[in-house]
């Protein structure tokens, strides 16, 4: 029997983004999920050279709009564009040359090596002219987040921690202009967290985009240039670091009153929360009131 072999449909790789371009967009975007509305007409700009924080409490949306600006979530209304193009129009295969996602669980159901994970992005690239450059992208990728010394072990015996620091690895070795992170810093240890978003800060001043959910507000104005604050599937504040993070929006959007004070040496805000003392006369803050402490 003569089988007939089907052509493999070529893929368009994506071209240079110049510094400062709209790499992803939502426009309006609803979801409803058991029909509760979980994105409320979110819109949120992602542009080239810059990490962009989403920040709000538990159940904001975050992760959600997040997925919906990947191309993977659903959704009920809006526009999502990556590269111009609606999200939607595009292969599995074509976005992945075009933006790659770590999401909050790394897990997987076989015994693969940590470097057989890293490779893993580089699939994409399989049969394009950038093919030649996974091995030096798996090894960049490696160095960078600082699990050459496990290389060899199983993924299945590592620790949270460094299960976070592999998946990341995985998503640089992609070597797309285009990063969704979500919660890349929750379990890791204090010099691990400042080398994820020292590696944000990076990738970002080569020229792609990083989007990254993070809870630690202080982290958030420490990294990042622009900052999303969502409530309720809403982004109700969008832009620089300073100008967002206020107590009097932090404490109405968390519901827990803050102070945002300057740091002494670089005057990034940080952002604490009042605790009430009872035993002291006059003590500011006082938890479910809805009020916010000084900026």
């Known amino acids: 029997m003569v089988m007939s072999l089907l052509p493999r449909r070529r893929r368009e790789l994506p071209a240079p983004v110049p510094r400062g371009e709209i790499v992803a967009e939502a426009r309006d975007v609803t979801l409803l999920l058991g029909g509760r509305p979980v994105l409320r007409g979110a819109g949120l700009r992602v542009r080239t050279g810059e990490v962009l924080a989403l920040v709000g409490p538990n159940g904001a949306g975050k992760s959600t709009l997040l997925s ?56 994409p690239w399989s049969g394009t002219p950038l093919e030649d450059e996974d091995e030096a992208a798996v090894a960049e990728a490696m160095a960078a987040t600082e699990v050459e010394e496990f290389a060899a072990r199983s993924f299945s015996e590592l620790s949270g921690g460094e299960r976070a620091r592999v998946a990341l690895a995985r998503v640089l070795a992609q ?12 379990a890791l240890d204090l010099r691990h967290q400042e ?83 009872p035993d002291r006369p006059g003590a500011p803050g006082v938890p479910g009131t809805g009020a916010a402490g000084p900026v």
């Open 175 to 186: 070597r797309v202009p285009l990063l969704l992170l979500d919660e890349p810093t929750a």
């Open 195 to 277: 080398l994820v978003l020292r590696i944000c800060r990076e990738r970002a001043a080569a020229g792609d985009a990083v989007v990254v959910v993070l809870h630690d507000l202080s982290l958030a104005a420490a990294c990042a240039d622009r900052v999303a604050v969502l409530q309720d599937g809403a982004v109700v504040a969008d832009g620089p670091p300073a100008e967002v993070l206020r107590g009097d929006l932090l404490g109405r959007v968390y519901r827990q009153p803050v102070e945002v004070l300057p740091h002494p040496v670089t005057g990034v805000p940080l952002v604490l929360p009042l605790r009430h003392d």
């Open 68 to 123: 919906v600006l990947a191309g993977d979530g659903g959704r009920s209304g809006g526009e999502v564009l990556i590269a111009g193009r609606e999200a939607r129009e595009w292969s599995a295969g074509d976005l992945a040359l075009r933006r790659g996602v770590l999401p909050q669980a790394a897990a997987l159901s076989f015994p693969f090596t940590v470097v057989d994970v890293v490779r893993m992005g580089r699939a």
